[in-house]
């Protein structure tokens, strides 16, 4: 027998004996919380973003073609606009309107949710600039999806692949708020790689989705 196949067999000891005590105990497996949206510490809104204003996918998810993971955007990423947009634009236009209006100067609006994006920046929005003094922190968004640590996937094969985002994310472009569409279960992996490689999906006819215990467990 080789030491592959012992790996193989150990791990799958392992893994079974892990989920019958996980069973038995009632823990819920990370891998099946389809549904699940958690509530964000700042109320980003894709619908807005990904759909409304057209934002490409990848212009905040930088490294979804060149690593494992999609990675969540940094918060400098969010200012390369919100350095000028302080709130939604009608505000803004209404404002500027009436302080024309009462010949004053503009009073600029700035929005409660944005207000905790300068904070986790350091942004002072009264002299519209970096505040030195202040480090900022990061903000602490609440992670939606998530595999159990024994089993390996990666972004980047499927992303140039052409497996489009919503094909396992769903019609994220959407949402107010991201849920979980899909069950990332085991199945729901093997089935789209034998799809694949019956060619039963006509974007990805000719490519190869190993079945291989080995591709996704290591
Ligand atoms: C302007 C930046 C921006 C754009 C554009 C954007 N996202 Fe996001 N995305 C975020 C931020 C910030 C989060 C973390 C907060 C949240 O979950 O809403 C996130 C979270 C996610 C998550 C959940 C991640 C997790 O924790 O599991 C998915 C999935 C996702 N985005 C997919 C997409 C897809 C698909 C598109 C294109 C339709 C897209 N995003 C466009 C900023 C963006
Ligand atoms: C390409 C430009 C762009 C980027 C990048 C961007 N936004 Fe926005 N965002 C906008 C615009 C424009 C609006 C206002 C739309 C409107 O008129 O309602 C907005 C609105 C918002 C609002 C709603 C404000 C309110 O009170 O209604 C929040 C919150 C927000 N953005 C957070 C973020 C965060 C967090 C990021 C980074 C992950 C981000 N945005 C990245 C352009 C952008
Ligand atoms: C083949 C299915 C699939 C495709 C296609 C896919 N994702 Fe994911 N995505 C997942 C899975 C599975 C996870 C959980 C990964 C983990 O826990 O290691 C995930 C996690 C994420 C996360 C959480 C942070 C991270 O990097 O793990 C973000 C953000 C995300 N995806 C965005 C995207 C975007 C944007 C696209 C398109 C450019 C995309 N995904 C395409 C399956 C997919
Ligand atoms: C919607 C279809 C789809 C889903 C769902 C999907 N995959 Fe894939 N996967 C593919 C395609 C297509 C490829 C082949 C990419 C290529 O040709 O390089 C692939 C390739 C892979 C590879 C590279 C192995 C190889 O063939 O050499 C791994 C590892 C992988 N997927 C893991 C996963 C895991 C883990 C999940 C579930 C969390 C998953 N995939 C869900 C379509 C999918
Ligand atoms: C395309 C990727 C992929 C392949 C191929 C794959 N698995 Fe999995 N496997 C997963 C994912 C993802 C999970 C986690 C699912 C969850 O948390 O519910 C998992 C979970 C498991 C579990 C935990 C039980 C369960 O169903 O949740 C065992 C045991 C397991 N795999 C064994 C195997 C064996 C043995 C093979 C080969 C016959 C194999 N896997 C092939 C992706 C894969």
Redo the contacts with the bound molecule.
């Keep these: 027998m080789t030491s592959r196949n012992i790996t193989i067999i150990l791990f799958i000891a392992l893994v079974t004996g892990t989920l019958i005590y996980a069973r038995s105990v009632n823990i819920n497996l990370p891998g099946n919380n389809q549904g699940f949206a958690p509530q964000q510490p700042?109320?980003?809104?894709h619908r807005?973003?990904g759909g409304?204003?057209q934002?490409d996918c990848l212009?905040?998810h930088t490294s979804a073609d060149k690593s494992r993971h999609a990675g969540?955007?940094p918060?400098s990423?969010?200012?390369?606009?919100?350095r000028f947009?302080t709130?939604?634009?009608?505000?803004?236009k209404m404002e500027e309107q009436k302080a024309l209006e009462e010949k004053r100067d503009m009073q600029i609006p700035i929005?409660?949710?944005?207000s905790?994006?300068y904070a986790a920046v350091g942004f002072d929005t009264e002299k519209m600039q970096y505040d030195e003094g202040s480090p900022g922190k990061p903000?602490e968004w609440v992670r939606v999806h998530s595999l159990p640590a024994f089993a390996y996937f990666d972004h980047r094969r499927h992303v140039n692949a052409g497996v489009i985002c919503q094909q396992c994310h769903g019609p994220v472009q959407t949402m107010e708020t991201v849920s979980q569409v899909s069950e990332l279960s085991m199945g729901w992996c093997v089935n789209c790689h034998r799809d694949v490689n019956d060619g039963v999906l006509a974007d990805l006819r000719r490519r190869h989705a190993s079945t291989n215990c080995a591709a996704c467990h290591y």
């Design positions: 700042i109320a980003f809104s807005l973003h409304d204003l934002i212009y905040c969540t955007p918060a990423i969010c200012m390369n606009c919100h947009v709130a939604p634009w009608d505000q803004i929005s409660p949710e944005l905790k994006l903000i």
